[in-house]
């Protein structure tokens, strides 16, 4: 049966929604509540809300502990409840306007730790595709029901979080079982996630500061944990707009493999995946900071729980405890915590800027914040204050690595170990993304993949037209 892929906005629409076909863009906005899984809702994938503003907020500095501003990019109001669907459409919607993926032929599988299979779900069934997502089996049962939810099959592998070859080993063995349909979709090779977070984060992380004239107006950092290292892209665009700017990966300490060549068992759910991956412009990196695990759980039920929330209204504005109580996961408070030594060990001043992104929601997350409160008891006031003066207050810069230019060699020969000797990569692409060309050159075909999106929908006008006008 012939199955029409629906694709949706350009990298320059996701960009500026503005410069999208408005009465499309107006009904986007009305499907987000009302019909959440029409296909017209992949013109909501933006960092821009219906109105045109960047989806953020600044931490209050009585909370962080710290002089320099934090900035937060959330990701909640994207559609599937996190940014990494912009990532799984760019993905997606490259492979079709290139004609690699057809939707009466190919079944997709998404290789996960959770984010982006559940917007690989969500994306699959909006363009038409049929979809089987791949993630460990101790991840969060919400990540499951939600994959499920959007009609998508689920595989779980052996492990958590950092058990990612277990992953790449199941997607090898579903592509040998039917190569001529199996299509993967590997977030940590694909570069039209890089492109996303370079060209739709970072840019609208640049247009954020000046639009609203934040602290100096400039960016002295972007920290963010890496999982398929796409959102750190996002550090890319804005060391060219702002040269002096850090960029900083962050890393469980239990499982410290850019930083330590290190291994091991964790839960920030979404990050730390044993490797170092294919499209992280490590040559670019200006440093590597290693978060605990539990300190991540712990904080997040402080700032999303009752108890936690009563407590941090005593010294921070109400207004604020209040709306951010909804807009963090477990690796966004690990970004917060990143961002805290970043600024310690900087020493960074009160006018200077620090991005990171709280990529999903405490919605993902219900069933460990029960497993915490059945290993720790019920949180009080006491517990409360004791967690936001250890974790945030009084956090240490350290474990903080910095990117001199042995470090950045030895960062990217981890490549080495995943991508030649297991991913079958060439040892020629794997020297060339030493240099900074090599990403340059991933960066400028932005253009082309905005022209071949536009062209796709103006070859396939009528059949896109009937499909999002279905009620």
Known sequence: MMRTPVVGPTYEEMLHPWKMDPE???????????????????????????????YH??????????????????????PSGSHKVGPTYSILSEKTVTGEVDPSKHTLVWPSTGNFGIGGAWVGHGMNYKSVVVLPELMSQERFDMIRGFGAEVIATKGCESNV????????????????????????????????????????????????????????????????????????????????????????????????????DHDIQGIGDK???WIHNVMNMDGVVLIDDMECKKMLQVMTGPEGIQF???????????????????????????????????????????????????????????????????LDRAESKSRTERIFHYQEPSWFFEGDKYNRERWHNLKYFTWIEQQGK??????????????IKQQQKISEMNTLIHNYREEHKEDLKSILNES
């Open 312 to 378: 941090l209204k005593e010294f921070a504005d109400h207004g604020m405890i209040d709306f951010m109580s909804d807009k963090f996961g477990i690796s966004g408070i690990a970004n917060v915590i990143g961002a805290i030594k970043t600024a310690k060990y900087y020493k960074m001043k009160s006018d200077e800027n620090i991005f990171v992104i709280a990529t999903d929601s405490i919605s993902r997350y219900g069933s460990v914040m029960k497993q915490l409160e059945s290993q720790y008891g019920k």
């Open 24 to 54: 499309i863009r107006k009904r986007a906005v009305e499907a987000k509540l009302s019909d959440p899984l029409h296909p017209i809702n992949l013109y909501n994938i933006t960092w821009r809300d219906g109105s045109d503003e960047v």
């Open 275 to 277: 490797h170092v991956t």
């Open 57 to 78: 907020f600044v931490m209050p500095k009585e909370l962080t502990g710290v002089e320099a501003n934090i900035v937060v990019l959330y990701g909640k109001e994207f």
């Open 426 to 439: 060439t040892i020629e692409e794997l020297n060339a993304q030493k240099d900074q060309a090599y990403w």
């Open 165 to 264: 070859k277990e992953i790449y080993d199941k997607t090898k063995e579903l592509t040998n079982s039917d190569p001529e349909h199996i299509r993967i979709l590997n977030q940590f090779q694909e570069f039209a996630n890089y492109r996303f977070h370079y060209y739709v984060t970072g840019n609208t992380m640049v247009e954020l500061v000046q639009e609203k004239k934040i602290g100096n107006g400039r960016i002295a950092a972007v920290v963010l944990t890496v999982g398929s290292a796409g959102a750190i892209a996002s550090g890319d665009r804005v060391k060219q707009e702002f040269p002096e700017a850090k960029i900083v990966a962050g890393e469980p300490v239990q499982c410290p493999t850019i930083a330590l060549n290190g291994y091991g």
